[in-house]
């Protein structure tokens, strides 16, 4: 039986072609152009896999994904995105999101990602202690980094592990909150007891009690049998919040009451259960501007807030960008099997002037896929998303330049493009006839 995709986007003749493409693949498709139309097909069917646009006329992917969470968990979303949306898309995998692929589309690309996310949907589920653990490692783990932030970063951890100090970690999406976490828990005398990841943002409300404190069988519709709640399977270990600031007012209670009591009682329990859990809670909110506002609670603020980390962004650490780079090219090579032993020096150059706005999980997508995508034995420029090389671009542009500047602006031009004449010429938006021709003119000798 056909795998079932639904591929949701407002640009109807991509939304047919992407349907078209799929289905000689032999998947199963169905379009919505709309997020009422998308709606209603989720509700009259199950889909495996959803491919949907982020941005949509009457709503966007992120509300999408919830709607696709709270009535079929199992269906993994995929998110299809331009360059100013990567921070949203990274944001997304935090709410349930399996992937997301840039755009334009590269076919190769984007059938990878399904295969990958349908062999995800059939995987059975793992304690989630292991898997996380797993993940964890897998990811980030054992990269430290050479630069000053790194170092102070570490030495931090180093302070604040042994101790049993609740942890505030504060950093934007994608900066290794987790990892921070799950190196803070190895690094502590409950290292050999459970690390246990709560995604905040990714549970409905009315489940929040079940899911944090347990139920018992036959306790409401839908408990067929006996669970651990994520604080009993902490026991004697970390419980880490992430993306805590997603949290309602009412669970915040609850959860306030638990933290002071170390006590919980499943739903629809009369016997209340100790517990010694230590907690690391991670956001990329802003919780103190929350508590002003009346969102978060002060009170739990101040518990969780015993000690506070700052996760930095890539962009900060132009020190380990290439660190990272190589360590994430031996991820995508175990990976996709292949043997990729490095990257051009155009795409060196290209990563140590991009801003990364989606961080350390926007840099090992970016990997993965050009490894996947890259026929040569080290990964080429041509390979990398077209939105990283624009914004690069403009980045670089010189600014519009009239005759009386213009001797300056070719100076400029060139020192930007470390004196290659063909690089200097895209900056000022001229062939390199022309350039050669003002290099005269100017007696500018190179």
């Known amino acids: 039986m056909s795998s079932k995709i639904l591929v949701i986007d407002d640009d109807t003749s991509f939304c047919v072609m992407l349907k078209t493409f799929l ?20 509700r009259n069917q199950i889909f495996d896999v959803v491919l949907t646009d982020i941005r949509l006329p009457d709503s ?7 709607y696709i969470k709270e009535t079929s968990f ?14 949203t898309a990274v944001s997304a995998m935090k709410l349930g999101a399996y992937d997301y692929v840039g755009k334009p589309i590269n076919p190769d690309e984007i059938l990878h990602t399904i295969e990958q996310s349908l062999k995800k949907r059939l995987e059975k589920p793992e304690p989630v202690a292991e898997k996380k653990e797993k ?10 980094g050479a630069s000053s932030i790194s170092n102070q970063l570490h030495e931090y951890i180093g302070l604040v592990s042994p101790t049993n100090m609740s942890v505030l970690i504060i950093g934007d999406s994608g900066t290794g909150k987790e990892y921070i976490a799950h190196t803070i828990h190895m690094q502590s005398k409950r290292k050999d007891k459970p690390f246990i990841p709560v995604d905040c943002g990714a549970i409905p409300k009315e489940l929040a009690s079940s899911e944090f404190f347990g139920h018992i069988k036959g306790s409401f519709t839908g408990a067929i049998n006996d669970k651990t709640g994520h604080f009993e399977a902490a026991n004697g270990g970390t419980l880490f919040l992430d993306e805590v600031g997603n949290l309602s007012y009412e669970v915040q209670i609850q959860l306030l009451r638990a933290l002071q009591e ?11 259960i100790k517990v010694d859990i230590r907690v690391i809670a991670a956001t990329n909110e802003d919780l103190s501007e929350a508590v002003k506002r009346g969102d978060f609670r ?19 650490r132009k020190q380990d960008i290439m660190v990272f780079a190589h360590h994430f090219l031996a991820l995508a090579n175990d990976d996709l099997e292949k043997n990729i032993e490095g990257f051009d020096d155009e795409v060196i150059e290209l990563f140590m002037n991009y801003d990364w706005p989606g961080n350390l999980r926007e840099m090992k997508n970016t990997i993965k896929r050009s490894v996947l995508l890259t026929k040569t034995n080290t990964v080429p420029i041509d390979v990398l998303p077209q939105e990283m090389r624009t914004a690069i671009e403009q980045e670089n542009a010189i600014p ?16 930007k493009a470390g004196f290659n004449k063909t690089k200097a010429a895209k900056l000022l938006n001229i062939d390199r006839k022309t350039l050669y021709n003002k290099l005269k003119l100017y007696s500018i000798d190179l």
């Open 298 to 316: 002060e009170d739990l603020y101040h518990r969780l807030n015993e000690f506070c980390i700052q996760a930095p962004r890539l962009s900060e």
């Open 60 to 66: 966007d992917g992120i509300q999408i994904l919830k």
């Open 23 to 42: 289905q000689k693949k032999g998947y199963d498709v169905t379009n919505a152009f709309n997020a009422k139309e998308a709606e209603e097909a989720i």
């Open 400 to 415: 519009y330049y009239s005759k009386e500047n213009e001797e300056s602006a070719i100076r400029s031009a060139l020192e």
């Open 135 to 144: 993940k964890e490692t897998s990811d980030f783990a054992f990269v430290k």
């Open 262 to 272: 170390r006590k919980v009682k499943p739903v629809g329990s009369n016997h209340e």
């Open 74 to 87: 199992k269906t993994q979303v995929v998110l299809m995105t331009g360059y100013t949306d990567i921070k």
